[in-house]
């Protein structure tokens, strides 16, 4: 089992819709999670970090944390064209960050 | 504020050669990260560094691959006698702090071809 999974991709979503990308993570002591948007060609730019169970919204993002499921997720609402890239779910376990192999998403004009 | 600065954006080099990769962390930032990046694959952890404490080498994948910082600013990442397999994006990362807990903020990478 890898220690952070993402949904497999790719994923395509039309303009305007909600896209939601998955990730689960082996480390039962993890306590930090991260969302990093990653353009082709690019460097990952981090969006959203949550550490406490529960929703966390940011603009048009919401970052959803169940830590007895070891799940995290991300919504993206009212996707954009724009919003088309891969999505990295990173996880800490101890004093490093796994990453997990992300997720492409395709938003549809 | 400036960002993560690496340096240089790209670079080609012959089988067998050195390189040196530099990375410029973001003012403050005690932590520092170096990943690689395989084209079409995830992040790959090989070192980090925080402040003036011992560095974790442990994904370092030989030791073909070295690395320094000096204090808590400049890194250089140093790959002797490249192969072929060492051709990927080199990423470095910083944080204020040490540790999984925070934030790790990307610069924009080196491209490595080993032809």
């Known amino acids: 089992q890898k220690e952070v999974e993402q949904n497999s991709g790719p994923l395509s979503v039309p303009e305007g819709a909600i896209a939601s990308l998955n990730c689960t993570y082996s480390?039962?002591?993890?306590?930090?999670f991260f969302w990093y948007r990653q353009y082709s060609g690019k460097s990952p730019e981090l969006i959203m970090s949550?550490?406490?169970?529960g929703d966390k919204e940011d603009g048009r993002f919401t970052a959803q944390l169940n830590k007895a499921s070891q799940y995290v997720s991300l919504l993206i609402r009212d996707s954009q064209p724009s919003d088309s890239a891969t999505y990295l779910c990173?996880?800490?376990?101890?004093?490093?960050?796994?990453f997990g192999e992300g997720t492409q998403l395709t938003v549809n004009p | 504020g400036a960002g993560v600065s690496q340096s240089p954006s790209n670079k080609v080099t012959e089988k067998g050669k050195d390189v040196e990769l530099r990375c410029d962390p973001i003012?403050?930032?005690?932590?520092l990260y170096w990943y690689r990046q395989r084209l079409g694959q995830g992040l790959e952890f090989l070192i980090y560094?925080?402040?003036?404490?011992?560095?974790?080498k442990s994904g370092l994948p030989s030791d073909r691959f070295s690395a320094e910082r000096t204090g808590e600013s400049v890194s250089t990442l140093t790959i002797q006698r490249t192969q072929q397999e060492d051709s990927a994006v080199y990423l470095c990362?910083?944080?204020?702090?040490?540790?999984?807990?925070?934030?790790?903020?990307f610069g924009p990478g080196t491209r490595l071809t080993v032809t």
């Open positions: 990362a910083s944080s204020i702090q040490w540790g999984g807990l925070y934030e790790q903020y």
């Open positions: 480390d039962r002591v993890s306590q930090s």
């Open positions: 949550i550490y406490s169970n």
């Open positions: 990173a996880v800490n376990s101890g004093s490093r960050l796994t």
């Open positions: 003012s403050g930032h005690t932590a």
């Open positions: 560094f925080q402040g003036n404490s011992a560095p974790d």
